[in-house]
């Protein structure tokens, strides 16, 4: 069954080489109860080594079941421990942190056996030492013969041919010994038991043979075995140890099968054991979620301004509405054009000479941003291919000033009897609105054309955004009205235009019938009688309305068409078309419609392209690139304290390995991989990361708080501090990230520690 031909051990190296084993051979049977006796030093405790696979060789051969381990891998070694040894140590090697049931279920657990049999198997295993009774308690709640019956048991949980005790009774009082001697004696009816000790009473009490070795030979063995199997008739361990683990059924795997930790093994492991130390893994949770809280912070308020800014574009939908214009300038182009400094190849780079070049960068800037459209087509474009549905209305918007003539005079002063045919009124002329010190600077004029403005011709969407106060919109040519803000209030002036200078308040009726004579600046001849028709205000679910805020006066489309046929103008055709979407989708909708058709025009019909101007979007662009870039160097800066607290958490999953040290060496003892024990490792800096994520996301949410209402305060814009959902889930990912690469060297320095030396830590 087991077999050592000439087995030679060598620490160290040139002088300072120790032989620890000296050409042992030795064979065992199947079962028996063997003890080996000698002094300290002699090399007990390593031939137990290399038995269990804990220790190789560095001559000779192990020969198991016919099979030579000379080309044994790790993996190989590893599945050895899992299936065929059962270890039971002086100090017992409990994990402390797991009950007395997951002690012995951990064996199990590496050889792949389901949840329910493992449980089956561990508590048999217990009561078979007569600890059924305790199997929920932890190691440091038993006494020191309970904590070696554990151990017993977790020796016996995996059926293994051999087991291996090393000085089972060092640290337990004679009746305690005895107890355990018994077990170990029972035991050896169908197994093999190899037992280290320094008692030769208790040796030749319980053994059915002693060895006796002296400076690392065996000097004497009472009840020999010849083997029959020689080393050259030895064969290499088969492909079956590379196998993948047996499935889990209640027959035990495959001798030689691969061992494998699970995950949630892995995960539960880490679990319990940073459940031990709460006070330290809150604290190293909370110094990693710093740099989550302070990154969460700058996302929270990006986003929420964001946010605010996608609001505003779609409440201000009507007062941006698409254009289509004449001539103009193609703004986001402008902005790129001005972002993006190229140098020229035509000039040479640091010329010697004395000329100075001029760089005509704002006339190449004005002539490649310009834009032309041809009205008439886009008119006829809209009315056949873009859908009713998809807006209000498309208002044709003319080059048209606007100037009226008080009827009669709402004072006795000759200077208010008329506004100026060109729209503009001089500054001395308000003196009796501005103190001397508003008028002694600023412009020479008050220009009041921004007060007029045609309303949108689309009563649905009039009356989603205005409450009539009194009377009613316009309709006809001569018909006007009064437009008022959310508190009814008109400016100072724009009282002008109506003849009013006293500081005092109005009643509808002062304005309701005010008549104007309309004149037009290029013929007094052409005149029209104007008439306030009604007083409106945007109601209270829209912040701002397809009348611009420094409206006063709203006319209909009939005085436009009025205002041209006077003017002689009838067939001239709008400078600007004026879209105006339902909703932010269909403005995107229209906006694709003119981009395919545009993607269609060649090179003999590209005067035919249209170009519309989205200015709430490039006002947004705008808006968003430097809120974009603040919070990427905002981030920047925080992201240092994330690299700081990974390394932190580094060191302290190195202290934690170094705490572990035993605990490694007993799981490699029950076959577990040294990927198994990465896995570990990794598990718990993956636990601390996930904490510390949503310990920082949950801070963030709370920090939000007190950040809105002070931000509120300032800005009277609510909640401008949002966390989105999805950016707390990647950051809490990103955390995770960043402490399991921070954990990777620990973990594998805790892989590559030898389970003999990690066995012998304390």
């Not at 590379?242 to 027959?251: I, M, V, W, Y």
């Not at 008109?490 to 009726?509: C, P, R, T, V």
């Not at 925080?638 to 190195?654: E, F, K």
């Not at 605990?663 to 598990?683: H, Q, T, Y």
């Amino acid at each position: 069954m087991l077999s050592l031909y000439n087995i030679k051990k060598d620490y160290g190296e040139g002088d300072a080489r120790v032989q620890a084993l000296k050409g042992v051979t030795l064979h065992f049977r199947k079962s028996e109860f063997v003890s080996v006796l000698g002094a300290s030093g002699c090399g007990k405790t390593t031939l137990l080594n290399i038995i269990g696979g804990l220790d190789q060789y560095t001559s000779g051969d192990l020969v198991i079941s016919g099979k030579s381990t000379k080309e044994y891998k790790d993996r190989d070694w590893d599945a050895y421990r899992n299936a065929s040894i059962g270890f039971v140590f002086q100090s017992y090697n409990l994990i402390h942190h797991q009950t007395v049931l997951a002690n012995v279920e951990l064996a199990l657990t590496l050889s792949g056996v389901s949840r329910q049999e493992r449980r089956e198997r561990a508590i048999a295993a217990l009561k078979e030492v007569g600890l059924e009774s305790q199997i929920h308690k932890l190691p440091n709640q038993l006494s020191g013969g309970q904590m070696q019956r554990v151990a017993i048991a977790r020796a016996l949980v995996n059926d293994p041919e051999i087991i291996l005790a090393d000085e089972p009774t060092g640290a337990l009082d004679t009746a305690t010994s005895v107890q355990i001697m018994d077990i170990l004696k029972e035991i050896a009816k169908d197994r093999l038991i190899i037992m280290v000790t320094h008692n030769p009473q208790i040796a030749e009490t319980y053994s059915t043979r002693i060895i006796r070795l002296v400076d690392g030979e065996v000097v004497d063995d009472t009840n020999p075995f010849d083997g029959s199997v020689l080393p050259a008739e030895t064969e290499s361990m088969p492909a079956e140890a590379e196998q993948s683990p047996a499935p889990e059924t209640g027959k035990k795997r495959e001798k030689g099968g691969k061992t494998s930790m699970s995950y949630l093994t892995a995960l539960s492991l880490s679990l319990k054991n940073l459940f031990t130390k709460k006070t330290r893994t809150f604290l190293t949770a909370f110094a990693g979620s710093i740099g989550i809280i302070g990154i969460a912070l700058v996302l929270a308020i990006s986003s929420g301004l964001n946010m605010y800014i996608e609001k505003l574009q779609r409440d201000t939908l009507s007062s941006y509405p698409l254009t289509i214009s004449a001539e103009g300038q193609d703004m986001m182009s402008m902005m790129q054009q001005m972002m993006e400094l190229q140098t020229s190849e035509a000039y040479e780079e640091y010329p010697e000479g004395t000329k100075i070049f001029v760089n005509n960068l704002i006339e190449k800037m004005m002539e490649q941003s310009k834009i032309t459209n041809d009205i008439a087509h886009a008119r006829q474009f809209l009315a056949e291919n873009v859908d009713e549905s998809l807006y209000y209305a498309v208002q044709e918007r003319y080059d048209v000033e606007l100037n009226a003539y008080l009827k009669t005079p709402a004072i006795d002063d000759p200077r208010v009897t008329m506004l100026y045919p060109d729209g503009k009124v001089p500054f001395e002329d308000l003196s009796k609105i501005f103190s001397s010190e508003d008028t002694g600077s600023g412009s020479s004029s008050v220009d009041f054309s921004a007060f007029w403005q045609e309303v949108v011709d689309s009563e649905e969407l009039l009356s989603s955004q205005y409450d009539v106060l009194t009377g009613m919109w316009p309709e006809k040519e001569n018909e006007i009205v009064l437009l008022v803000d959310q508190y009814n209030r008109i400016n100072d002036i724009a009282l002008y235009m109506f003849g009013y200078f006293e500081d005092k308040e109005y009643d509808f009726s002062d304005f309701m019938g005010k008549k104007f004579t309309y004149t037009s600046k290029e013929s007094e001849k052409v005149t029209l009688e104007l008439e306030v028709v009604g007083i409106v205000r945007v109601n209270q679910g829209t912040s701002v309305g397809a009348l611009s805020s420094s409206t006063v006066i709203g006319y209909s489309r009939a005085f436009t068409h009025y205002f041209l046929e006077a003017e002689g103008r009838a067939d001239e055709l709008p400078v600007t078309l004026a879209i105006y979407p339902r909703d932010f989708d269909t403005k995107e909708e229209i906006k694709n419609i003119i981009k395919e058709y545009n993607a269609t025009l060649t090179e003999e019909t590209k005067e035919n392209k249209i170009t519309v101007t989205d200015l709430m979007q490039i006002m947004v662009s705008m808006v968003n690139t430097f809120i974009d870039s603040v919070s990427y160097v905002l981030i920047a800066f925080t992201a240092v304290s994330l690299v700081v607290s990974s390394i932190m958490i580094g060191i302290i999953t190195y202290i934690s390995v170094l705490e572990r040290t035993k605990e490694i060496g007993v799981l490699r003892a029950l076959g577990a991989r040294k990927k198994d024990i990465s896995r570990v490792f990794n598990a718990e800096t993956l636990v601390i990361g996930f904490i510390a994520g949503l310990l920082g996301v949950v801070v963030t949410y709370l920090l939000t708080i007190p950040i809105n209402a002070i931000l509120f305060s300032l800005t009277e814009i609510a909640r401008l501090a949002q966390l989105v959902f999805w950016h707390a889930v990647v950051l809490v990912a990103i955390s995770c990230l960043l402490t399991l690469v921070a954990g990777l060297i620990p973990s594998r320095i805790a892989a590559k520690k030898d389970p003999v030396v990690a066995l012998r830590t304390e």
